[in-house]
């Protein structure tokens, strides 16, 4: 909606800028690139495979760029895709400067890259910083003998007393993170599995050679990292054990708190470090940040805001879907200084289809979830799938597993298989994801919730996330305006206000299964709009106006609509 003549100049001079401004690095309000942004997170295992080996690949994600660009993403996060003995999916990686051949080639890769760069689509990679394959030169060298050249790039100790590791630590993944290697006598530690030994972060050239890595990919026109598992980058020299709390975890472990070997202070010299390195080439440093608290998230993005530009927000994907909890979380995040991130979803996660929905309404839920983040203050990352409403598919045979957590977890924990099942492309064999026998089974839902099914449908979960995605690239307040919350104490409408000096949107989110009436006075923020333009409604009664009084909302429902000042 345009602003009245009076305030014409100001739209001109403050926000028209910002329409045209996609493609540019800095928009007018100081913004960089990555802050206007929508990032997709592609598991490229699972989103298109152009070979029919029934596995993802390079070439698979470049023929959906106009998919990616029509839904209205402007980066894509591919998780690891680099030569690798692929116990851990890609996050074993035995070579950072190549591409495995089940993916494709680096030529692909170019291709890949040349073409998303004409469709205005930036590419992040995910650089695995914590720890290498075991099969990665580095670690074969170092293996080799105590006094290889490389004996240092990673963590070896010798045990306690015979037989025993030289501390509690217990591995994320199950067991004790320190594995025996009768060829030299001595134990590494790893805090994944033990195919991943954790690279040795004290040392000078391990450092180098990383950061070097990201130089590497930054010349191929690569546009930033998400950084896996910077929590765990560094370990207490002095090797103190952990604290053990009561009970056991999935894997039958005795619990721990992981007090001597995650977020060590040191982490956030070696952040500074590959920034430095990032801003030559105005990339982004995304983290894979699992913090208790926005006062540990906030201390990410460094003193100076030199350390990760966007430490991601993964609190969000513990809330439980209720309208209080979200407003508290977000007022915390929106006032912590920092530029909030905002994900829902991710391969490790179980999808935010069933995490948020109460197998009633799922579709419903979706909407209103996708409304709520894709309308706040801050960058979104996606995961592929979450725009048609893809749910888990876990497996139901521990024989069936792929996943290592699953089969050494099973039945408590049944592994990420089931988050990370195949793009649903159309409801046909096997989704359309392959020709071939895919990696892991689709599930049923591909029938209803697939790409093809939904562009036809107005109403889809997918044409929600488009219209939303319109919206956030073309409005103003949108996208650059302040976060105001709305009806504070009201326990099932999720109210706020985006403003943008003389323009405003006000978002509106029914999150309870009952109709609700809400009102608002938007007075003390300097409007005095008696109504709302609608931009955009899940509701079935569609209005151009909605009165600001008394507004009637279905179960479920989402408005957003532009408020005149
Ligand atoms: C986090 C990644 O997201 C996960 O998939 C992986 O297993 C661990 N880091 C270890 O790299
Ligand atoms: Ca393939």
Request: negative net charge.
């Amino acid at each position: 909606m345009l602003p009245k003549a009076g305030h014409l100049l100001v739209f001109i001079l403050v926000c028209l800028p910002l329409l045209s401004s996609q493609s540019t690095a800095i928009d007018a309000k100081s913004h960089e690139w990555w802050q206007d942004a929508v990032f997709y997170e592609i598991y490229p295992r699972s989103f298109a495979d152009s070979n029919g080996d029934g596995i993802g690949d390079v070439k698979g994600i470049n023929s959906k760029l106009d998919y990616l660009k029509q839904l209205g993403v402007d980066a894509i996060w591919i998780t690891p895709c680099f030569p690798s003995p692929q116990v851990d999916f890609g996050y074993d990686v035995s070579d950072y400067e190549n591409i495995d051949p089940m993916y494709g080639t680096l030529a692909d890769f170019r291709d890949l890259e040349k073409n998303a760069r004409k469709h205005g689509i930036r590419i992040v990679l995910d650089l695995v910083v914590n720890h290498t394959s075991d099969q990665h030169k580095w670690f074969i060298d170092s293996r080799s003998s105590r006094t290889a050249a490389k004996r240092d790039w990673y963590v070896w100790r010798d045990g306690k007393d015979a037989g025993d590791p030289p501390n509690n630590w217990i591995s994320v993944f199950g067991g004790s993170a320190w594995t025996f290697d009768s060829a030299t006598g001595q134990y590494y530690y790893h805090y994944f599995y033990p195919q991943q030994p954790d690279l040795n972060w004290r040392n000078p050239a391990v450092h180098d050679a990383m950061v070097n890595v990201s130089r590497w990919w930054y010349k191929r026109g690569v546009a930033g990292f998400r950084l896996d598992a910077v929590d765990t980058l560094f370990e207490d020299p002095q090797l103190h054990d952990n604290p053990v709390l009561p009970g056991v975890n999935k894997f039958g472990d005795p619990n721990e708190e992981d007090k001597y070997n995650t977020k060590l202070p040191e982490v956030h010299e070696v952040l500074r470090d590959l920034r430095k390195v990032a801003d030559e080439s105005g990339a982004v440093l995304i983290g894979e940040t699992w913090t208790k608290d926005t006062a540990e998230l906030k201390q990410y993005y460094g003193e100076h805001s030199n350390e990760l530009q966007m430490p991601m927000d993964l609190m969000f994907t513990k809330l439980k879907f209720s309208a209080p909890i979200f407003r508290q979380h977000i007022a915390a995040v929106d006032a912590s200084g920092g530029w909030p991130v905002y994900v829902i979803s991710n391969h490790d996660i179980v999808r935010s289809y069933n995490r948020y929905g109460d197998g009633l309404h799922n579709d419903a839920i979706a909407k209103v979830m996708a409304s709520l983040y894709l309308t706040l203050r801050g960058t979104a990352i996606m995961y592929y799938g979450e725009e048609l409403g893809m749910e888990n598919n876990d497996p139901v045979r521990k024989e069936d597993v792929k996943d290592p957590i699953g089969r050494l977890g099973w039945p408590i924990e049944k592994g990420r298989d089931g988050e990370r099942t195949p793009m649903q492309w159309n409801d046909g064999p096997n989704a359309g994801f392959t020709g071939g026998t895919p990696w892991l089974p689709v599930p049923a839902s591909h029938k209803t919730h697939n790409v093809e099914n939904e562009v036809k449908d107005p109403a889809s979960i997918l044409n929600v996330y488009r219209r939303v995605l319109s919206l956030r690239h073309t409005n103003p307040a949108l996208r650059d305006g302040n976060y105001i919350a709305l009806n504070e104490s009201d326990p099932n409408v999720l109210s706020y206000l985006r403003t943008c000096e003389n323009q405003a949107v006000l978002v509106v989110l029914n999150m309870s299964a009952q109709p609700q009436q809400v009102s608002f006075d938007l007075a003390p923020q300097g409007f005095v709009s008696r109504s709302a333009h609608t931009l955009m409604t899940t509701m079935s009664r569609k209005t151009a106006e909605a009165g600001l009084a008394q507004m009637a909302l279905e179960p479920f429902a989402v408005y957003i609509g532009s408020i005149p000042r």
